[in-house]
């Protein structure tokens, strides 16, 4: 069984920077895409940014030039590097895992609980 563990959330400052972990464990065959997506209350959650197995990274209009998303494959880590941090940033960020079961041919997806950014003065 796959899990994922987000890790990095925080209260910070506008203009401010963090930069959240997600830790992904278990096994799976393939890792097809891994994604962050954050959501506030009373609203759907929306993709952050998210990279494809070969590497093509996709933003969000709203974080674009703020936030990058990198993989660290060795340590089946995913990081969302935030910086520049505005209040309507302020949500639940969560780490989403999409893959390929050992015999299967389509995407299963996964969730962390997520971690909470505040951006605040």
């Known amino acids: 069984q796959v899990q994922l563990s987000e890790s990095g959330g925080g209260v910070v400052q506008p203009g401010g920077s963090l930069t959240l972990s997600c830790v992904i464990s278990?096994?799976?065959?393939?890792?097809?895409?891994l994604g962050w997506y954050r959501q506030v209350p009373g609203k759907q959650r929306e993709l952050v940014a998210s990279?494809?197995?070969?590497?093509?990274?996709n933003y969000a209009d709203s974080v674009k030039g703020r936030f990058t998303i990198s993989r660290d494959r060795a340590k089946n880590m995913v990081y969302l590097q935030m910086s520049s941090l505005k209040p309507e940033d302020t949500a639940v960020y969560y780490c989403?895992?999409?893959?390929?079961?050992?015999?299967?041919?389509?995407?299963?997806?996964?969730w962390g609980r997520g971690t909470q950014v505040t951006v605040t003065v």
């Open positions: 989403k895992l999409g893959g390929l079961r050992r015999g299967e041919l389509w995407e299963t997806y996964y």
């Open positions: 278990g096994d799976i065959f393939s890792i097809e895409s």
């Open positions: 990279v494809t197995r070969g590497g093509t990274k």
